[in-house]
């Protein structure tokens, strides 16, 4: 492994959350920027807000599967899912869950959906698909071991291994294409398109057009879930360390992340996550892997 895996364990009465996050190893620096298992017992049931994100993602449930009661892109009707991989999207998906959940995630880069999974990432955007669709009996396969393996350690080696065998199986994302996605990423959100067709010579609309050809959104909207990402973690953190009755500053955070003022945090968590940030800091309860620590290592591209 490249690093040591950040854990973490609470347990209060009946509930458990038992979760772990890691860095990949070296080989899949690039095309994947962390993995994350959970273990959840004894919560309420519910409907969990599966926030959007830059990432293209792979879950992995080990025990019951995950059932998603609506994505963004409204072709996809309800269904249920022992493993998936969804897209960059730019709404909330709906998970409905009995208070139990126990899976591993894997967070891509669109070049690691081209490298690993064979398909651009526009093939997946506002969706999920079955894994076991994307890489045959290879995801059953996978599966099994990361089930047999004895904690999240050795899963997270399980996955190093195997992706790191599938790295070259796929092509790879155009040079331009994988450039302005790193400048992006690496802007906090914050560069422009105006920056990006002036670094390329490329106008702006030939940079829409690429993006969704590859991406399945534009460069606007790749800056926006980035800072919105950024507010998410921010807002996740300054919240477990808030003094008991203190509030977390939403202009802090808009400052922080980019955002013109907090009028603007406010109107890109109504459109992305369906909700202001203020009442997802309420409602939110269940620690789901998209909710873990950041990863221990954040390498460029991610």
């Known amino acids: 492994m490249a690093a040591s895996p950040h854990r973490y364990a609470q347990q209060v009465t009946e ?3 038992d979760t772990s996050a890691a860095a990949p190893a070296a080989p899949l620096r690039g095309l994947v920027t962390g993995y994350a298992g959970s273990r959840i ?31 963004p892109d409204r072709r996809q009707p309800p269904c249920s899912f022992q493993m998936l991989a969804h897209g960059l999207r730019t709404g909330p998906a709906a998970i409905v869950h009995e208070g139990n959940s126990y899976s591993v995630s894997v967070n891509l880069t669109p070049d690691g959906a081209r490298r690993l999974l064979g398909v651009p990432a526009a093939a997946l955007a506002g969706m999920a698909l079955s894994l076991d669709e994307l890489l045959g009996s290879m995801a059953a396969a996978l599966a099994e071991r990361l089930a047999a393996a004895p904690d999240w350690p050795a899963r997270f080696a399980v996955l190093d291994e195997v992706l790191t065998r599938r790295a070259g199986a796929g092509e790879q994302t155009a040079a331009v294409l994988t450039h302005m996605w790193r400048r992006i990423v690496d802007s906090g959100g914050c560069v422009t398109v105006a920056e990006l067709a002036a670094e390329t010579g490329y106008s702006r609309q030939h940079l829409r057009t690429l993006f969704a050809r590859e991406y399945g959104v534009g460069p606007k909207q790749v800056a926006r879930l980035v800072r919105f990402g950024r507010s998410h973690r921010m807002l996740r953190d300054l919240a477990r360390r808030r003094p008991p009755g203190r509030r977390v500053s939403l202009a802090e955070v808009a400052g922080r992340c980019g955002y013109y003022d907090q009028a603007h945090l406010a109107r890109d968590w109504n459109e992305l996550a369906g909700c202001p940030p203020s009442a997802w800091l309420v409602s939110e309860e269940l620690p789901f892997v998209q909710d873990q620590p950041p990863d221990p290592v954040a390498p460029s591209g991610s």
Not at 44 to 71: F, K, S
């Open 15 to 17: 509930q458990i959350a």
């Open 41 to 71: 017992v004894g919560f309420a049931p519910g409907v969990h807000r599966g926030l959007p994100t830059h990432h293209v993602g792979l879950i992995i449930a080990l025990d019951q599967p995950i059932h998603l009661a609506a994505m």
